[in-house]
């Protein structure tokens, strides 16, 4: 069987998610570049595996995909090794429920409203937009309040005692995040999620796929 091929950047937050689950299932994989922002957007070609040109896209043989959340959940369940999804109903509904709050809250406000911001547009000498700023400033302590009441006293890792797809997805938006100034007095208000981070930071697939360019 061929290597799977996943299309995208590093610096990708979702082609890191993707990056992440075919690593903790020990699959090796190649990585094909395409970057959405670059001059003119990716190549034309990209848009035949993703119409929208966003990325990933993802490619086993004669099997293609595109949308993370589809993708993840192919390669968990289709590849050998360590399970990445809860084996009960209600463990799974949780683990979705983690997926959609990263999707809908954390990553337009995490990563886009406050590491873009006060990270990324600063040190590539853009321009700073003050009213998103503060805008964005407001909403992390939700956001990070709304993963911390999930996490279960007794749990290492957000859906239970494993690692799950929920954890995968979580990981690079608090990535980013944790880079900016604000982070830090914000991290504190949430002692679990704090804790869960120090373990996720320290997975050897975390700094496998550390991004070199970033957002």
Same mark, same amino acid.
């Given at each position: 069987?061929? #290597?799977?091929?996943?299309?995208? %950047?590093?610096?990708?937050?979702?082609?890191?998610? =993707? +990056?992440?689950?075919?690593?903790? #299932?020990?699959? $090796?994989?190649?990585?094909?570049?395409?970057?959405?922002?670059?001059?003119?957007? @990716?190549? !034309?070609?990209?848009?035949a595996?993703?119409?929208?040109?966003?990325? @990933?896209?993802?490619?086993?043989?004669d099997?293609?995909?595109?949308? &993370?959340? !589809?993708?993840?959940?192919? =390669?968990?369940?289709?590849? !050998?090794?360590? @399970?990445?999804?809860?084996?009960?109903? #209600?463990?799974?509904? +949780?683990?979705?429920?983690?997926? *959609?709050?990263? $999707?809908?809250?954390?990553?337009?406000?995490l990563?886009?409203?406050?590491?873009?911001?006060?990270v *990324?547009?600063?040190?590539?000498?853009?321009? =700073? $937009?003050?009213?998103?700023? =503060?805008?964005s400033? #407001?909403?992390? /302590?939700?956001?990070?309040?709304?993963?911390?009441?999930?996490?279960? /006293?007794?749990? +290492?890792?957000?859906?239970?005692?494993?690692?799950?797809?929920?954890?995968?997805?979580?990981?690079?938006?608090?990535?980013?995040f944790?880079? %900016?100034p %604000?982070?830090?007095?914000?991290?504190?208000?949430?002692?679990?999620?704090?804790?869960?981070? &120090? +373990?996720?930071?320290?997975?050897? *697939?975390?700094?496998?796929? /550390?991004?070199? /360019?970033?957002?």
């Amino acid at each position: 069987m061929s #290597k799977p091929l996943l299309f995208g %950047a590093d610096y990708s937050v979702y082609v890191r998610i =993707v +990056r992440l689950t075919l690593i903790e #299932k020990g699959i $090796d994989y190649d990585l094909v570049p395409v970057d959405v922002f670059a001059a003119g957007g @990716p190549p !034309a070609s990209h848009f035949a595996r993703q119409p929208f040109g966003r990325i @990933p896209a993802f490619e086993q043989e004669d099997f293609s995909l595109y949308e &993370t959340s !589809a993708i993840v959940r192919y =390669v968990d369940e289709s590849f !050998a090794g360590p @399970p990445l999804q809860p084996s009960e109903v #209600k463990g799974r509904a +949780r683990m979705s429920q983690l997926m *959609s709050i990263a $999707d809908s809250y954390l990553y337009p406000v995490l990563v886009w409203g406050v590491y873009v911001e006060q990270v *990324s547009k600063p040190e590539d000498g853009r321009e =700073v $937009d003050p009213s998103k700023l =503060v805008a964005s400033l #407001k909403q992390p /302590a939700v956001c990070l309040t709304a993963v911390e009441t999930l996490i279960a /006293a007794e749990d +290492r890792w957000l859906c239970g005692g494993s690692l799950s797809l929920a954890d995968i997805y979580v990981a690079p938006m608090l990535d980013y995040f944790v880079r %900016a100034p %604000a982070a830090a007095e914000l991290m504190a208000t949430v002692p679990k999620l704090a804790e869960w981070w &120090t +373990r996720m930071a320290a997975r050897p *697939s975390m700094e496998a796929t /550390a991004p070199v /360019a970033e957002v």
